[in-house]
């Protein structure tokens, strides 16, 4: 798997929109890759970026987070001198170490791109007030109290939500064909954590399956790691022989579909397109441009204008997508069937997290959380019929096992 892997396409008018927002609200090196130029009224020869990755380009999550490096300094006219890129940096002190080298190196804006490094970049925030820092998925910035201190993700729910479309689409070309019955859909998930960001992906995930295959039901199960490829692929083959006729992920590797590959088990992955894994069963991925961002954020350093503590767009900017649907797998008619959810998400005339389409314990999420205990502290979350997922925060805050759903911890 080579860095370039998925294609960078960013429009103009998506930019000029995206970089408006400037300032709205408040283990070993590898130096970073090609750039084929383009110009930035803010781009300085001097002006470094130095960014911090818990995998490398063989992990999915990490290797879509090097395109999105790509694709900024493609946008903004760095060259491989300005970029500064550490791989597999762990979830320990190594973070920090990590990030006071890049600032000692000069690097004006340091990214790190998972869950763990939070802490860590925020020590380094403190002892560097004069780097801007930016964490993907973590929750910590606004509490801080650090200007220099940012948090960012995307609205992968939506990528999470139409990707579940596709799967339910197949579950029901299935039905049809004898394959299944309806009560014989029940989908698998390999999960990495049972952390919300998980939490909320494989409930968009199913609630878009059930949008058009009601009566399907969802077991997930953990690996209790990011990216542990022979644990995907066991988790993957618990899930079927439990019954799932069909798997989705959130983990990092390509585990996962080639045990469904082999299984003949029809998939969905993440991050990265795994049809040349699988290409007689994955049907989709769901994933992210993380250039989007990348580009925002390194903007706005060159420009001396204020990040916003919390980022997160989706689909209508650009941030959220699909990798290539498998046109030899996939069931008919769903491309203008994504292109209807995704117009529909957009337009917000559809919610992935709407409360008319799930229930919790048996009883709508309102009451829920009017009843007190456990739910209480999502009152702030829900409104106008939907949680407001990643808008009080970019981090996802959907922790909520709802009814269909069996998670499996143990």
Not at 219 to 236: F, H, I, L, Q
Not at 271 to 277: A, C, D, E, H, L
Request: hydrophobic share 40%; proline share 2%; aromatic share 10%.
């Amino acid at each position: 798997m080579k860095k370039k892997i998925l294609g960078v396409v960013l429009t103009a008018a998506m930019l000029v929109s995206m970089m408006a927002g400037c300032g709205a609200t408040g283990s070993g090196d590898s130096t970073g890759g090609s750039s084929n130029g383009g110009d930035s009224a803010g781009a300085t020869d001097d002006f470094k970026v130095g960014v911090i990755y818990i995998g490398d380009e063989n992990e999915g999550y990490t290797a879509a987070h090097m395109e999105g490096i790509d694709g900024m300094m493609e946008n903004l006219g760095l060259d491989a001198s300005q970029v500064i890129e550490k791989t597999n940096i762990p979830e320990d002190e190594s973070a920090y170490d990590a990030a006071a080298d890049l600032a000692e190196q000069g690097c004006d804006i340091i990214f790190a791109n998972s869950f763990g490094h939070e802490s860590y970049i925020i020590q380094a925030a403190t002892d560097y007030p004069d780097v801007e820092f930016c964490h993907a998925t973590g929750y910590q910035a606004a509490s801080s109290g650090l200007p220099n201190m940012h948090n960012y993700f995307t609205a992968i729910y939506e990528s999470r939500y139409v990707s579940g479309v596709v799967a339910g689409l197949k579950l029901n070309e299935m039905i049809a064909n004898g394959d299944i019955t309806e009560d014989e859909c029940k989908v698998g998930y390999v999960g990495a954590y049972p952390y919300a960001e998980v939490i909320s992906g494989f409930t968009s995930f199913y609630l878009g399956v059930r949008s058009v295959c009601p009566s399907a039901t969802m077991e997930v199960k953990y690996t209790n790691s990011w990216a542990d490829m022979s644990a995907e692929a066991e988790v993957a083959n618990a899930l079927i022989a439990d019954g799932c006729v069909l798997i989705s992920q959130h983990a990092d590797t390509t585990g996962a579909p080639s045990a469904c590959e082999a299984a003949g088990v029809p998939c969905v992955g993440y991050n990265v397109s795994m049809i040349s894994v699988a290409p007689n069963t994955a049907l989709t991925s769901a994933s992210i441009d993380w250039s989007v961002y990348y580009t925002y954020a390194t903007e706005c350093a060159m420009n001396g204008e204020a990040i916003d503590t919390d980022w997160c767009h989706g689909f209508a900017d650009g941030a959220d997508k699909l990798t290539e649907l498998n046109e030899n797998v996939i069931a008919e008619g769903t491309e203008e069937k994504v292109k209807e959810v995704e117009a529909a998400i957009i337009d917000g005339s559809t919610h992935v997290f709407d409360t008319s389409t799930f229930t919790v314990g048996g009883k709508s999420l309102e009451d829920a959380i009017a009843e007190g205990g456990e739910y209480a502290d999502y009152a702030d979350y829900v409104s106008d019929g939907y949680f407001h997922e990643s808008e009080l925060a970019s981090a996802p805050s959907f922790a909520i096992i709802i009814d269909g759903i069996t998670s499996i911890t143990e």
